[in-house]
């Protein structure tokens, strides 16, 4: 995508609010060169599923609910910057462009997200090929007018070398164990209570995952001229009765848990070349 997009929203930060040293410290409560040129970012999970994997974890910046937390991961000299967003495509929005105002130059996704494939098993890992825009973040991404710019069934995809390099890495990693991964084509929403209702509705665009946050994820960091790529560990699967609601059991719970914690720290330090 062209970068005037990303000017056009970096020249009405300039207007109307700050500059690019002032955006850093506004979203991530630290100096742009404390992030490193690497960075995993994570709606919900916490950067101490790494922990046994790496040398040591430092924490960067921010303690409160509604900050971005920052933490830095190090592999004898190799540094990577973690950051958990809490949930919701704004705030992946907001830290992906932001990221264009530090050293940072690859980003990889990771987090949890539902099947909509009966062959997907709560645990499994999916790198999704495409994200189908169902949120409303997106439509800010433009020279246009806002109103003008629907973005609803779109497609955006993530850097293809980098994804090829992780689902290889993943391949890889997984090759001795029962853990599948699969091709997503997904579906990013707005909402987990009204998904159900619509759920067919995004099978029969052709998807095979739904969450929250990765149209908006790819499309950003295109605009903001930053690799991109993402890993989803399968959490639940509504078409096999195995919902966020109910029909989970104990053993889907340890199996998705064991791979959050011993299998992607893994495939992600891998794919990122810092073990």
């Known amino acids: 995508m062209d970068r005037s997009v990303y000017n056009y929203l970096i020249d009405g930060n300039k207007k109307y609010s700050s500059g690019k040293a002032e955006m850093c410290e506004s979203n991530f409560k630290c100096e742009p060169d404390e992030i490193q040129e690497k960075v995993i970012i994570a709606p919900t999970w916490e950067v101490d599923i790494f922990s046994g994997h790496v040398d040591r974890i430092n924490h960067v910046s921010g303690t409160k609910k509604h900050d971005n937390i920052i933490s830095e991961i190090t592999i004898g000299e190799n540094k990577v910057t973690f950051i958990t967003t809490n949930v ?11 990221l264009r105002c530090t050293p940072c130059k690859e980003i990889l996704f990771i987090g949890s997200a539902g099947a909509l494939d009966m062959s997907m098993k709560i645990g499994d890992i999916v790198i999704p090929e495409y994200s189908v825009c169902g949120v409303g973040t997106n439509r800010y991404l433009t020279v246009k007018d806002v109103i003008e710019n629907d973005c609803y069934g779109e497609r955006y995809y993530p850097d293809k070398a980098f994804s090829d390099k992780l689902r290889s890495c993943t391949n890889e990693i997984i090759k001795d164990t029962d853990i599948k991964t699969h091709i997503g084509r997904n579906f990013s929403v707005d909402t987990i209570f009204a998904q159900f209702a619509h759920l067919e509705e995004f099978i029969n665009m052709g998807c095979n995952t739904i ?6 994820f790819f499309q950003s960091a295109e605009v903001a001229g930053i690799k991109a790529a993402a890993l989803f560990n399968i959490s639940d699967n509504t078409v096999t009765k195995k919902s966020l609601y109910s029909g989970r059991t104990d053993e889907d719970q340890v199996r998705r848990k064991n791979v959050k914690k011993n299998i992607i720290p893994k495939i992600v330090l891998k794919a990122l070349d810092i073990m």
């Not at 969450?211 to 908006?216: D, F, L, Q, V």
Request: charged share 25%; with cysteine; net charge negative.
């Open 211 to 216: 969450e929250m946050e990765t149209s908006t």
């Open 88 to 98: 919701g495509a704004c705030r992946i929005f907001d830290v992906t462009l932001a």
